[in-house]
């Protein structure tokens, strides 16, 4: 499991992620080392190793409130659709599956965070048609 833009966990989840040794990159790794992302792709690589496929969760609150603010945890700092769209591109294996949870439309008078959940989706298919083209 790779945890990727994470910004605020409460003490359980801390207690969770330090249990099982997650691999975390939190969003002041992305932001402060120039090449997290290639730490980042390395990892993923090194899992694709022992794994057939991929299965990506993503959680809408990954994204700056700026991009996705109907969710339940909005959190500034986060990242923006366009990295987000760009890691997508640079999974290194196979994906099998993938979900988007935490969009919630009530919380969103724009319509912003649907807008932004139906473009990481085309993203995915899109990223999972190419793959089978391979």
């Known amino acids: 499991m790779v945890l990727i833009g994470t ?7 801390q207690k969770v992620v330090d249990k099982y040794q997650l691999n975390e990159f939190r969003m002041v790794d992305i932001e402060e080392k120039e090449k997290v992302s290639l730490e980042i792709e390395a990892k993923i690589k090194e899992i694709a190793q022992r ?10 609150d990954v994204l700056d409130p700026a991009f996705a603010p109907g969710t339940g945890t909005p959190v500034g700092g986060g990242l923006t659709t366009s990295q987000l769209m760009t890691m997508i591109w640079n ?3 196979p994906i099998k599956a993938f979900d ?7 919380l969103d008078q724009s319509g912003i965070t649907v807008k932004s959940s139906l473009g990481i ?3 995915m298919m899109a990223k999972i048609h190419a793959q089978k083209q391979r």
């Open 51 to 60: 794994v057939d496929y991929f299965y990506v969760s993503v959680d809408i």
């Open 121 to 123: 989706i085309s993203e």
């Open 91 to 93: 999974i290194p294996a």
């Open 7 to 13: 910004r605020y966990m409460d003490e359980e989840e």
């Open 100 to 106: 988007l949870v935490e969009v919630s439309p009530p």
